[in-house]
């Protein structure tokens, strides 16, 4: 056995979840196959689908391919990089959610070959596929923004919360200063999608309102940059946060790209677009100073992915997301490929929630397939977004591709109210069903 391909032992599997039940619970029969089928990546949706099929599918030969040893609890960042949680609180490792009866391939995906269909792994193994299920992810630009490099973050001012646990925590170190210090605080999101696009909302509200009753109070203002004309890509949502800025005096930047960075002189450029009188676009570009800058970088498909033929072709040509079926998240031109995730190539998407309900529309036409018929499950868009707005307050704001709001809990959490449930939710209860989804539960 090839020491990289391990087999695992099944750990114990949680109860139902507060969100849904097991398909063994459901009395769903397992298929008998000898199906082969490979899952780039054991992130939140490789790992979910792969506990889940285990159960649908009696004999079938699953590999899912990830060089990571740490498996990283994402929605908790936003919580790390506000001083709230530690960076401990979101790493787990890689096996403990992996099931039984499948194997590891501990490198990462090098080449894929949709013709011949294989994947090559790191160290030249070639791995056949029947059903490849594409899920590694996206990857973050940092080198697109001249002047940032990931060694400044909890240095003069500069944080980067989604580079990983132990920079949201460096994160909070420059952070935390501002808030005791005062100064300008500036907030920015890039152009391209982005996962959980509700992130940089999170870290200008909770920033601020630790600022309003520290040691800065009065003495720092909140700037926010952004390239999209709206704070939130659901207009009566963007309506309620443009309102929330108004209130608590943040100013915004909108339609301002960041460019890069001067960090010693504390200066950021920004790409501005507006219109003139003729309602033609004009560039320019704009220097805005900061005492606390929060970096965002570019997000894009990993390389492996934008060089395997499967993206998309006139859209994000720049990001790569793999061309898939907004419905059934198979790919539109080799029907024994999916993706799923943050890579996937849908309007909504990139957030765990989403990883929820995406799952399973793969996991029904999956089994479909190798059944020899159609599936029938719909993926609609589905997006939740706790926007948190203060320490103990929250917005449990939930969508779909149509931007309709979709909530879960109606006439008992108002979506766009900040309540201490809906923060309650965030902080306590979404792990626990993120966790239950890991293992197929929910």
Known sequence: MNPLQTPLTRRGLFGLSLAGASLAALGLPARATKARIVIIGAGAAGTALVNRLVQRLEGADIAIVDARAEHLYQPGFSLVAAGLKPASYTVSQTTDWLPEGITLVAENAAAIDPVAKTVATTSGQS????????????????????????????????????????????????????????????????????????????????????????????????????????????????????????????????????????????????????????????????????????????????????????????????????????????????????????????????????????????????????EGREGTEVYDGYTSCPLITRVGRAMLVEFDYHNNLVPSFPGMIAPLEELWISWLMKEVALKATYNAMLRGKA
């Open 127 to 370: 791995l056949s596929y029947d059903f490849l299920i594409v899920a590694p992810g996206l990857v973050l630009d940092h080198d697109a923004i001249p002047g940032f490099s990931l060694d400044m973050v909890g240095q003069n001012g500069i944080g980067a919360r989604y580079a990983g646990p132990q920079y949201a925590a460096k994160t909070w170190e420059a952070a935390q200063k501002f808030t005791e210090e005062g100064g300008i605080g500036l907030f920015t999101r890039p152009a391209t999608e982005m996962k959980c696009a509700g992130a940089p909302l999170k870290h200008t509200f909770l920033i601020d309102d630790i600022a309003s009753r520290g040691g800065a109070a009065g003495k720092y203002e909140i700037h926010y940059a952004a390239p999209q004309p709206a704070t939130f890509s659901v207009p009566i949502v963007g309506e309620k946060v443009r309102m929330l800025f108004e209130e608590r005096g943040f100013i915004p930047h909108m339609q301002h790209k960041l460019l890069s960075i001067e960090p010693g002189q504390k200066r950021a450029t920004f790409e501005k677009t507006e219109k003139d009188a003729a309602g033609v676009e004009v560039r320019s570009t704009v220097e805005l100073p900061y005492d606390y800058l929060h970096v965002i970088p570019p997000q894009r498909a990993p390389e492996v992915i934008r060089q395997s033929g499967l993206s998309w072709a006139d859209k994000w040509t720049d990001q790569g997301w793999v061309e898939v079926d907004q419905k059934t998240l198979r790919h539109l031109r080799y029907p024994e490929i999916f993706a799923l995730g943050d890579v996937a190539g849908v309007p909504k998407g990139k957030t765990a929630a989403s990883v929820k309900w995406m799952v399973p529309v793969v996991e029904d036409h999956l089994v479909a397939a190798i």
